[in-house]
């Protein structure tokens, strides 16, 4: 039974047109996250909803929106997309302390052309 | 702002020796923990280990243990009796009381040699 898990695993998809990454997490956290990984394999915080409410936001693009219907789901969203958003994007959820580990979905792959 | 550095982009060791992995980090803050992940070719992030800043003793799972300093704001991480299945880039990654988040380091490549 899968923790957290998030579909598409890939996406291949032509600039300008707009995508969402759907994620799903049933380890009854209050916290969800995306985060980017680039092609230099750096991991950087996208956002960050806690219980439905959005507590962080990493100065990205507004034409990436995230979406949280409940607690469970954080899904994302990416309007008129550049070849630039290719990356991998990792969902991943923990309960609010910060001794908790996070646990990550398998990624999606973006690739733009 | 807090900043985790890693400064050994790639790393490579025999299988059954010891390697070490070097993790730096700059904070302001007395309370946090680190954390050391495994991302393997499967691309899946993997937690190895974990430290609680306010534990004076080292972490230890298995074959892999820590080697934290706090007053260097160091975080070092040991595999002991290199496997195969240890080849992954593994990422250093700080979690401060202030925000929700973990900051990561940029990572450093094991590989390990038969």
């Known amino acids: 039974d899968t923790a957290v898990s998030q579909t598409p695993k890939y996406l291949v998809t032509q600039m300008g047109n707009d995508k969402s990454i759907k994620c799903e997490q049933n380890?009854?956290?209050?916290?969800m996250y995306w985060y980017k990984q680039d092609s230099k394999k750096f991991l950087k915080i996208m956002f960050s909803y806690n219980n439905k409410e959005l507590i962080i936001n990493e100065t990205v693009p507004n034409r990436f929106s995230p979406k949280s219907p409940d607690k469970a789901h954080l899904n994302l969203h990416i309007n008129s997309l550049e070849l630039g958003d290719s990356a991998v994007y990792f969902c991943a959820s923990s309960q609010q302390t910060m001794n908790t580990e996070a646990f990550f979905g398998q990624g999606t792959r973006l690739t733009v052309v | 702002a807090q900043t985790v550095t890693q400064s050994q982009p790639e790393m490579s060791v025999q299988e059954a020796e010891t390697v070490t992995l070097s993790c730096t980090y700059d904070?302001?803050?007395?309370?946090?923990?680190l954390f050391w992940y495994k991302q393997p070719p499967s691309r899946q992030m993997i937690l190895v280990i974990r430290?609680?800043?306010?534990?004076?003793q080292n972490a230890t799972e298995n074959r892999f243990s820590v080697n934290f300093q706090k007053a260097a704001k160091s975080f070092s991480l040991k595999i002991s009796d290199s496997q195969l299945g240890d080849a992954a880039m593994y990422f250093c990654a700080y979690h401060g009381g202030a925000t929700n988040k973990l900051i990561f380091g940029t990572g450093t490549l094991l590989a390990v040699q038969p």
């Open positions: 430290q609680e800043a306010y534990k004076q």
């Open positions: 904070t302001s803050e007395s309370d946090y923990y």
């Open positions: 380890l009854g956290h209050d916290t």
